[in-house]
């Protein structure tokens, strides 16, 4: 049985969101390059602060064993346990600067996200699912890629097709099979006040 | 004429994130209860660091001129100037340390964008434009809205229906009618090195 965990929203989304969800069981099946060609380019139009476009990845397939294996040597352990077996990682990166006056670049990391978003609804238009993590070592990524230091390692991204959980180990398996959880809009849409709800989702 | 800015990929992407675009110019037409409404649940299904789903809208519609205005002047006054044309106007904060423990979220900011882009798509399927920026006056919203310390607010976004370009300043006009450009993705998709670009997308 491969899961695939529905949101259950309270109003109607579009099924992309909706279907969008971050498994920690991963198939061996590869990812085709075509398909992940498109997912960074649906990463690259992705809006930013004066068109900065200030993500940057690096990718490493298991079709390359010692890339594959040095990229997961840039999570935390916790990750490596189940990251390992998905056929793709990326790191996320963000430049903290604009290029062209090397002021600080206030968007940095939310214009990555953005993009990774992107990203991610291109993947579950493919049938593929995706898990980020935050939980990554930023100075073995510098040292291991020798990535500048106006630029921000912040997440790994793990990329493949969803499988069964059964073979997780048990603390894995258990968040795969939860139920999703999220706040209710009245939570965090507010209007007029601070956490005072928008008439909107009263 | 109202504008449809396609990308012009080089690798296909689904059609919703090849349709997003961020105009200037808006439409008087109002946005329906029932869309913002999908358009906040959408963002709320978005992943986060930890699940702490970090993110927090202030909203303000047209429809309450005195809030809508009072949103409004949180803007930098460049983008004041097209944004109140703007039916819905909202401020994207997002809370900087864990609620669980007060330790600092170093996704808080990544995570606020996961979530705004998902708000951004569900609004491109709808056939809303919406346009982000990081100009706002971030000490200004804070003393308005009474927003805790340990919030950040980052982003406006202005959100309705595209209009025809014409009836903007020349400055913003031109930003309309210009094509939409992009780094190629042998800039930011790396593979092995810094800066060296994958053979995926060599």
Redesign the interface.
Known sequence: MNLQKQ?I??????K???N?W?PYAFAERAVS??D???L???A????S?Y?E?P??????TRANPV?FD?LLSCLVEGNQAWARTSPVLALGCTSSRFALNKKLN?????????A???L???AT?RGLVLH?M?GIVPDRAREL????DD?LP??ALAIGYAADPDALPEKYRERDLAP????V?AE???????ELA?S??E
Chains 1, 2 share one sequence.
């Open positions: 949101a929203p309270d109003h109607p989304i579009h992309m969101l909706a969008r971050s390059d075509n992940l060609r498109s960074f380019e649906a690259r139009w992705a809006a602060s068109n476009q993500w940057r990845y690096i990718l490493a890339e040095r206030a968007a940095a990391s939310h214009d990555l996200g953005l990774s978003a992107n991610t609804l291109e238009v980020q935050i890629y020798r990535i500048p630029v912040l997440t999703r959880r999220r706040k809009l965090f849409v507010f209007g007029g006040e601070w928008s909107l989702v």
